[in-house]
């Protein structure tokens, strides 16, 4: 079992419509939780940023981590054609610890 | 402030060939760490340096290599490179000390191996 699971997608929806993203993970000492976008042939940019459990929101974007379940999720409010990318989740233990990746879920928004 | 730089943007080498690979981080970074993305792979972790020295290191084999120079720029190196290396090869960087986990990606440098 991989350490952090990604469904890959594609996810297509159409603009305007609320996305939901969501990662899991197999080791509970994870602490640091982020959320990267990355558009084609470009390099990942950081979104989101939670540390621990909770809610945070940014904009149209909110990251979510329920440890209890090892369950990440974003969510895109009114989504538009520009959020289209690949989101990829990462996480740490912290302390140094290296980031684990997911895959990264293709979204495209259709106008 | 400059983000983090990466070059060339685009190497086009033959099998056996080496390839050199160039980061900046961003100033006051002093973590650089490089991952490969292959098609439909994600992100593959390759190295880890700080403060000049190899902190980590990916499952890859050793002709993977590099080093950090004392203005915190790094080098990325494979030797006798094989078609399988092809891929967008990207750096990031890191602001030193604890708590900050999140690590600032350059645009990356795509390697085509033939």
């Known amino acids: 079992q991989k350490e952090v699971e990604q469904d890959p997608g594609p996810l297509s929806v159409p603009e305007g419509a609320i996305v939901s993203l969501n990662c899991t993970y197999s080791?509970?000492?994870?602490?640091?939780f982020m959320w990267y976008r990355q558009y084609s042939r470009k390099g990942p940019e950081l979104l989101m940023y939670t540390y621990s459990s909770g809610n945070k929101e940014d904009g149209r974007f909110t990251a979510q981590v329920d440890k209890s379940s090892k369950y990440i999720s974003l969510f895109i409010r009114d989504s538009q054609p520009s959020d289209s990318a690949t989101y990829l989740c990462?996480?740490?233990?912290?302390?140094?610890?290296?980031?684990?990746w997911g895959l990264g879920t293709s979204l495209a928004v259709n106008p | 402030e400059a983000g983090v730089t990466q070059s060339p943007t685009h190497l086009i080498k033959t099998r056996g060939q080496q390839a050199t690979l160039r980061c900046s981080p961003i100033?006051?970074?002093?973590?650089v760490y490089w991952y490969q993305q292959a098609l439909g792979l994600g992100l593959q972790f390759l190295l880890w340096y700080d403060e000049g020295e190899e902190r980590n290191r990916g499952n890859f084999p050793p002709r993977f290599s590099g080093r950090q120079f004392p203005n915190y720029s790094s080098e990325l190196n494979v030797n006798a490179l094989e078609l399988e290396d092809s891929a967008l090869y990207l750096c990031?960087?890191?602001?030193?000390?604890?708590?900050?986990?999140?690590?600032?990606f350059g645009p990356g440098t795509r390697l085509l191996v033939l």
């Open positions: 080791n509970s000492a994870f602490q640091y």
């Open positions: 990462a996480m740490s233990q912290g302390n140094n610890r290296k980031l684990i």
């Open positions: 100033s006051g970074h002093t973590s």
């Open positions: 990031a960087s890191r602001f030193p000390g604890g708590g900050g986990e999140t690590q600032y």
